[in-house]
């Protein structure tokens, strides 16, 4: 598994927490070794401006995840031949929103963080929550990885 993690923002947050979170979700959903994903922090400003441009939204939102391939939640892709690198796509995360969520939520920022990790990663692999039966697999695959690491979601 490869993680690349690119911090352009000025929130503290663990970096090592994150990248942890997702080599275990990606090991959850049984990806290949070969399979990885980029995770992009940034600023409200940047965030927003890709909430506007990319769903319409306008403001901050927590996170965005951008699939390179339509998935099928928990099918596992084919591996690439050679040793080519499975690239599943990009998330970018506002740690300041999810900062301010943590503290509405009475949670911690690493629990916070790790759903909103494993919320992004779960995008990519296919897993929508635009409808109510879709939301509802999606949240209970989210409740069962974050199970494992120990977190019990409120």
């Known amino acids: 598994m490869n ?6 923002q000025t929130e503290p947050v ?19 070794d070969n399979a990885e994903v980029a995770i992009v922090l940034v600023g409200k400003d940047e965030m927003a401006g890709y909430n506007q441009r990319f769903m319409e939204r306008s403001g901050p939102t927590d996170v965005l995840a951008f699939p390179v391939d339509q998935m099928v939640p928990g099918e596992v892709p084919t591996a690439i031949a050679n040793g080519q690198p499975l690239s599943l796509g990009d998330i970018f995360i506002c740690p300041a929103v999810v900062r301010a969520q943590a503290s509405d939520l009475g949670v911690s920022l ?8 494993t ?3 779960l ?8 409808d ?3 939301a509802a697999i ?11 690491e120990g977190i019990e979601l409120p």
């Open 3 to 8: 993680i690349f993690l690119a911090d352009e």
């Open 119 to 121: 919320h992004g990663i």
């Open 14 to 32: 663990s970096t090592d927490q994150m990248v942890g979170v997702a080599e275990r979700v990606l090991l959850a959903e049984r990806m290949p």
């Open 138 to 148: 999606m949240s209970a695959r989210e409740r069962a990885v974050l199970a494992a």
């Open 110 to 117: 690493e629990d916070e963080m790790a759903l909103i990790v």
């Open 132 to 134: 109510p039966a879709d």
């Open 123 to 130: 995008h990519l692999l296919g897993y929508d929550h635009a």
